[in-house]
C-alpha cells in the first residue's frame, strides 16, 4: 500500500518540498492507476514558469470505475461501524496535525495564498475531521412507545451509499475535508473530483487518509475538468452529490444529479455586504472589512464584496479602508511579508480586470491606492470603488477578486434595502454598538451566515455553513447537518415480543 509521499517527509522549515507529489494518476479502490488519456497542466500562480506537473483530464470510464469500486466497498464499510469509522478519522487528523506546516507550504505554492491563511485553512481541516470523528458515537436515534405496548419501535441512522464530491480550487483542504469526514463517519464511500487548479493538494488528503489506514475503496480521487464532473453527477449509483463551486456550473451539477433523483447540497457563490452603521467603531469595521475583502485574494464565496455605510460616517470610514488597503503588500504567499498573494490563474485575472474595467465605465469612482505588484505572477491589486448604486453590475455580480464596492445608505431600513437586493445570500455583516439593531439585522438579513461585528467570512466547523437563493440549496455543510445530508432515517417497528 502506498501511504507517503515526499511531500510528508520534508522538512518543514525550507521553502519547498523536496520533490513534488505525483498527479498523473488517479486513486482507485486503494491503487494509483495510470492515465492514458489527455492531461492538464498545473502551474504555480506566483511564478507561472514554476510548473507543478500535469493531471489526467479524467475520462468517464476513469469515473465509472472509481464508483463501482466505492460502490464494492461500502457494505463493509458501512458494517465496520461508526466508533471504528472514527479512529480512522482521529489518526488522519493526528497526521494533518503532524504535517500541517508541510501541507501549507504545498497548497501556498500550487493555490497562490498566504502560508499564514494556508496554515489557517488546515487547521480548519483538523477541526472539522475531529469533529466528525466525535459524532460517531453521538448518531443516535430514537426508542417510542407503539399502539401496542408489547412492541419495540426505533429509528436509525443510514448511510447513502456511494457519495460524489465535487471541490473548487480556493480551499482546496478545507473544503474536500469538511465533505470527506462527515461522509465517511455516516458509513457511505467516496469519489472525489477535486478542480484540476488544485492536483497536488487533492493528493495529499488522500496520502493522509490512506496513510490512516482507510480500507481500499472507501475514498476514490478521479481527476478532472467538466467531463469528469459530469459523469460523476449524472451516474445513477451516485447516492448524493455535495458541491462546492460558482453558481452557474452548480445549477447544471443539480440537473445533472435531479436526472437519477438523487440527492444535492450545493455550496454556490455570494455577493456578500458588510453593513456599518453611524455607531459603530470605525477602526474594527475597517480592520474586519479589509480582511473579508481581501483576504484569499477576494477569492472566496463569503468574501465581502460590498460595504453600505450610513451617509453620517461614509467618508470617515472610507479614509480608514484607504489607508488600511495601502498597508497590503502583494507577492509570492511564502514569503513571510506578503499579506495577499496573487489570482490562481491567468483566466481569473482576465476576469477580475473585466469586472474593474465595467466598474469605470459605469460611472464607479475607483479610490487612489498606491499598491505596488510584482511580475512573473498572477498579481492584482486591491481595488476600492466608492458611489457603487444598485443599478452597476458591480453591486450584483460575484467578482471572487481583490475588488470592493462602497455604498452609501441614509438608515437603517435602507441599509437593509440594499444588503438584501441582490440575487445572492450566503453572507452578510453589520457593525454596530446597539444591540437593538444588531438583533434586528439578524432578523431582516436575507442570508444563511449573519455576522454582528465581524468579517463575513467568519465560520466555525462545528456550525452550520451555506446560504440561499443562488449561494446554495440541499441542505448546510459542517455540523449536525452534514451528518443529516449524508443520511437516511430508518424506521424499524418490532412486533410479538412479549
Known amino acids: 500500500m502506498q501511504t507517503t509521499s515526499t511531500w510528508m517527509n520534508r522538512n518543514a522549515e525550507s521553502m519547498h518540498p523536496v520533490s513534488l507529489p505525483d498527479t498523473r494518476q488517479h486513486f482507485i479502490n486503494g491503487h494509483w492507476v495510470a492515465h492514458t488519456g489527455q492531461f492538464i497542466p498545473n502551474f504555480n500562480p506566483a511564478h507561472v514558469s514554476d510548473h507543478l506537473g500535469d493531471s489526467p483530464d479524467g475520462t468517464e470510464a476513469d469515473v465509472v470505475a472509481a464508483i463501482q469500486a466505492a460502490k464494492q466497498a461500502q457494505h463493509a464499510w458501512h458494517r465496520l461501524g461508526a466508533i471504528a469509522r472514527g479512529r480512522v478519522l482521529h489518526r488522519a487528523a493526528e497526521l494533518l496535525d503532524t504535517h500541517q506546516h508541510a501541507l501549507a507550504a504545498l497548497l501556498t505554492r500550487e493555490e497562490g495564498k498566504t502560508l499564514t491563511e494556508s496554515a489557517q ?26 399502539q401496542d405496548p408489547r412492541s419495540l419501535i426505533y429509528t436509525t441512522r443510514e448511510p447513502l451509499g456511494v457519495v460524489g464530491l465535487i471541490t473548487p480550487w480556493n480551499f482546496p483542504v478545507s473544503i474536500p475535508v469538511w465533505k470527506i469526514a462527515p461522509a465517511l463517519i ?23 487518509f490512506t496513510a490512516a489506514g482507510l480500507p481500499a475503496g472507501v475514498l476514490n480521487l478521479v481527476y478532472g475538468d467538466r467531463l469528469a464532473g459530469e459523469a460523476l453527477a449524472s451516474h445513477p449509483d451516485v447516492a448524493a452529490v455535495s458541491f462546492t463551486g460558482s453558481t452557474r456550473v452548480g445549477k447544471a451539477v443539480y440537473q445533472q444529479v435531479a436526472s437519477h433523483t438523487g440527492r444535492c447540497l450545493m455550496e454556490m457563490g455570494g ?14 469595521a475597517a480592520d474586519a472589512i479589509i480582511a473579508g475583502a481581501f483576504g484569499s485574494t477576494g477569492q472566496r464565496c463569503t468574501a465581502t464584496s460590498r460595504t453600505i455605510i450610513h451617509r453620517d460616517i461614509y467618508d470617515a470610514l ?15 504567499g511564502q514569503n513571510p511579508s506578503t499579506t495577499m498573494g496573487p489570482l490562481v490563474n491567468d483566466a481569473r485575472l482576465t476576469d477580475v480586470r473585466a469586472h474593474i474595467e465595467k466598474a469605470q ?5 475607483r479610490l487612489s491606492v498606491d499598491v505596488p505588484i510584482p511580475t512573473g505572477g498572477h498579481y492584482i491589486a486591491p481595488v476600492l470603488f466608492a458611489e457603487v448604486t444598485p443599478d452597476m453590475a458591480l453591486f450584483r455580480e460575484e467578482v471572487f477578486g481583490p475588488v470592493l464596492a462602497l455604498t452609501p445608505a441614509d438608515s437603517y431600513d435602507h441599509a ?25 439585522y439578524s432578523q431582516d438579513s436575507a442570508v444563511g451566515l449573519a455576522h454582528v461585528n465581524l468579517p463575513t467570512t467568519y465560520s466555525e466547523p462545528h456550525l452550520p455553513f451555506g446560504g440561499i437563493k443562488d449561494s446554495g440549496f440541499g441542505g448546510r455543510e459542517s455540523g449536525l447537518h452534514a451528518i443529516d445530508f449524508f443520511t437516511e432515517w430508518k424506521t424499524t417497528y418490532m412486533s410479538g415480543l412479549g
Do not use: H, W
Request: positive net charge; hydrophobic residues 40%.
Open 318 to 332: 472610507i479614509n480608514r479602508l484607504q489607508e488600511r488597503t495601502a498597508s497590503i503588500r502583494v507577492g509570492d
Open 121 to 146: 485553512e488546515v487547521t480548519r481541516a483538523i477541526g472539522s475531521m475531529r469533529y466528525a470523528q466525535a459524532e460517531g458515537v453521538r448518531m443516535m436515534g430514537q426508542q417510542v412507545q407503539g
Open 271 to 284: 455577493k456578500n455586504p458588510a453593513v456599518v452603521m453611524a455607531d459603530a467603531n470605525l477602526d474594527q
Open 361 to 365: 465605465q459605469a460611472g464607479a469612482r
Open 416 to 440: 437593509i434595502a440594499l444588503a438584501n437586493d441582490c440575487d445572492y445570500g450566503l453572507s452578510s455583516s453589520i457593525f454596530t454598538r446597539d444591540l437593538n439593531t444588531a438583533m434586528r
Open 186 to 208: 455516516t458509513g457511505n464511500t467516496v469519489v472525489l473530483k477535486p478542480s484540476p487548479l488544485t492536483p497536488l493538494t487533492a493528493r495529499a488528503i488522500v496520502d493522509i
